[in-house]
């Protein structure tokens, strides 16, 4: 079945450095892709998300980044400030309107 | 962070009995959703719909029941036939387009004892 995997599953990453997350997912199909940020005891809130027909998109000190050919997707967040310091979850869409989830990433940035 | 609303924040019963959560939305959103969340995991889909009067089972919809008479409105039954059902449950809608992200509402815990 459809199946979207995750890693690393903790990241710990200096204040100023960057952080990457990967994900890869089964479906070829997949043409959606959303990222989703979590913090303790709150709900997923959308950050970034793109679509199959572009290879990257760019928020301010976020990016995203495509590659269909080998089906995984990457989040990029450069210059991490401690407020960046959430779960983060990635997800693939199949079909109408149904999304599948990572198992999400626990990022830490140490002050 | 309005628009989605879901009551009540935290939510205690006895094992056996059967318990509803209630999902609103004001966004005008024609599709939504019911996620379970673990501690420490992901979002496991439970039902989705798509439009009013219809919906869909998501990957683990043993044990739990919806109905969609309005749009705006999506309640979720842990019945108890739902083996585990101690959980935070995230309800979340989007437009009823192809590919536009989701807005999850704040989420209720549930506890069984």
């Known amino acids: 079945g459809e199946n979207v995997e995750q890693h690393p599953s903790t990241l710990s990453v200096q204040e100023g450095d960057s952080a990457v997350i990967k994900c890869t997912y089964s479906?070829?199909?997949?043409?959606?892709f959303p990222w989703y940020k979590q913090e303790l005891g709150k709900r997923p809130q959308l950050i970034i998300d793109?679509?199959?027909?572009?290879g990257e998109k760019k928020d301010q000190r976020i990016a995203v980044t495509l590659n269909k050919t080998a089906k995984h997707f990457s989040l990029h967040i450069t210059e991490t400030q401690p407020e960046d310091s959430a779960v983060y979850f990635c997800?693939?869409?199949?079909?109408?309107?149904?999304?599948?989830f990572g198992p999400g990433t626990s990022l830490s940035v140490i002050p | 962070d309005g628009g989605i609303t879901q009551s009540p924040k935290y939510l205690f019963r006895k094992e056996g009995q059967n318990v509803t959560l209630s999902c609103e939305q004001n966004?005008?959103?024609?599709?939504m959703y019911w996620y379970r969340q673990d501690p420490g995991q992901g979002l496991r889909l439970i039902y989705y719909?798509?439009?009013?009067?219809?919906?869909q089972k998501g990957d683990i919809a043993e044990g739990y029941s919806v109905s969609r008479e309005k749009k705006e409105s999506f309640p979720l039954t842990v019945t108890s036939a739902q083996k585990n059902p101690t959980a935070f449950y995230l309800c979340a809608s989007s437009m009823g387009q192809y590919k536009l992200g989701q807005y999850f509402g704040p989420g209720t815990r549930l506890t069984v004892t």
């Open positions: 793109i679509r199959s027909n572009v």
């Open positions: 997800a693939a869409s199949t079909s109408y309107d149904k999304v599948i």
């Open positions: 479906d070829s199909a997949s043409n959606y």
């Open positions: 966004l005008n959103h024609d599709a």
């Open positions: 719909s798509q439009i009013v009067n219809d919906f």
